[in-house]
Structures are given as C-alpha cells and as structure tokens.
C-alpha cells in the first residue's frame, strides 16, 4: 500500500531487475512473516533449548546480529526512500508478528505494556511522526532492555513452542530495528541530548506501570482475572533475576 499510494509505484512485468528483486526478496519475506505456531506444528517442541548461555543462546545471537550487518551492507548506498521503506516494512512485520499473539486468547496480562511488548507499536509510530525525541527514547530503552532479555531469555521447554518462538522473533527485531533506522540514516545518532530524552520517556512508562498495574492488581482477585507484571515491578524475584545489583531494596521500607 506504501509503494501504491504513497510513491505510486506499480510492478514493472517488464523490467528484469524488479523481476530480480522480487524473486529474491520473496523466501525472505516469507520467512519473516511465517506464523508463530508453525514451527510447533511442522517439528514439535523440540528438546532444544534457549536458556541463558546455552549453544541455542549464542545462535539465537549470532542469527540476529548477521541480519543487521546484512541488511545494512544491502541498503547503506540505496536513497532514503528505499532505506525507509525497509524498515518501516521490519516494523510492521513486527507489529503483525505481536499482535499475532492474540491467536492464543486476549487476557489483560497480554496487553502489551512490557518495554519490548511496546517497541512493536513505538517503532512503527516513530517512522509515522519521524521525531527524534520519541526516537531516542525508544532506541535507548529498547536496546538495553532487549540486549538484557537476549542473554538472559525467559524460555522454557524447546525453543520451537508457540511462545518461545514468539519471545524469539520479536526480542530479534525489537533490536534489529532501531539499529538499522541509525545505521541507515533515517533518524540521527543519539547524543547526550538522547539521555534527556530517556529519562522523560522513561519516566512517563515507569508512571503509567506503577499506577496501572497496581489498580489493576488490586482488583484482579474480584475482578476474576490474573495479576500483571508490567516492567516486572510487581514480582520482585523476576525483577532481582534482571536486575541482580537493586536487591539492597530489599533492606528499604517506607511506612506510610
């Protein structure tokens, strides 16, 4: 619909290096958008894991990491348009990959209001409005957060099980993504102002989890659904497992 409306580009049948491009393209394509439960239905679970520091860990990375220098290497020398076409096209891969998820069932716990769980929906919002300050914030916060769920994954069971295969894909591109839109040039380099950025961003969701999710946990028992999670800050044995240097909280109470 981009190519169609936006730049009026119609398939050229006679031009052989669209034909070229096409062809090529497509297997990947493919593999990009593949649904989340086939793995599971063509092989099974598998006994195959991805836990922290494990052979299926250091692959994981190394598949993730190739991508981002092949595609950079394939689209550095082409013009704007094409290098923004291909990563608003990753970031709506990504947005249908999450929201693919509902195919499981809608529960609260699933509303995406996990760091990672947004970047599906900030990245392409970011291409949208192209600010640099909405910009800096998610790639900061997103990075991190997912450099940290990539080495320490919250897999159980074979790696090709519906939500590990989720878990997966999306951390993958959660990281893939804002990298590219910096590499390609489609936003600029973060500067120190970036850490300005950060910090008022990140407030605002720190805000929004603390206060949602304690509304929520408070009714959830009468209300007949499960407990959230948002930013882990309500399960403080996950949240030390992340975060292992804030356990000294433990020793903080403030009586009001």
Request: aromatic letters at 20%.
């Amino acid at each position: 619909l981009l190519f169609l409306i936006v730049d009026r580009h119609m398939f050229d049948f006679k031009n052989k290096t669209e034909w070229k491009n096409f062809l090529v393209s497509l297997p990947f394509i493919i593999l990009l958008l593949v649904p989340v439960y086939v793995p599971q239905s063509l092989i099974g679970y598998t006994q195959h894991t991805t836990t922290a520091m494990t052979i299926g860990n250091f692959i994981w990375l190394f598949i993730t990491f190739l991508e981002i220098a092949v595609l950079y290497i394939l689209f550095r020398f082409k013009d704007k348009r094409q290098r923004y076409m291909l990563c608003m096209f990753l970031a709506l891969a990504l947005f249908m990959h999450y929201n693919s998820m509902y195919l499981m069932g809608f529960t609260i716990q699933r509303l995406p209001f996990q760091l990672c769980n947004l970047g599906a929906y900030f990245f392409v919002f970011a291409l949208i409005i192209k600010n640099r300050a909405f910009f800096n914030f998610t790639f900061i916060a997103n990075v991190v957060g997912t450099l940290i769920a990539m080495i320490m994954p919250d897999t159980s069971g074979g790696f090709a099980g519906f939500w590990n295969i989720h878990f997966l894909i999306e951390h993958m591109q959660v990281l893939v993504i804002p990298i590219l839109c910096m590499l390609l040039r489609i936003f600029p380099r973060v500067d120190k102002s970036a850490l300005k950025h950060l910090l008022i961003g990140f407030t605002c969701y720190f805000a929004f989890c603390w206060i949602s999710g304690t509304i929520i946990n408070a009714y959830a028992v009468e209300g007949g659904y499960g407990m959230v999670n948002y930013f882990y800050i309500f399960d403080l044995e996950k949240a030390f497992g992340y975060f292992p240097f804030l356990t000294f909280t433990e020793n903080i109470h403030i009586c009001l």
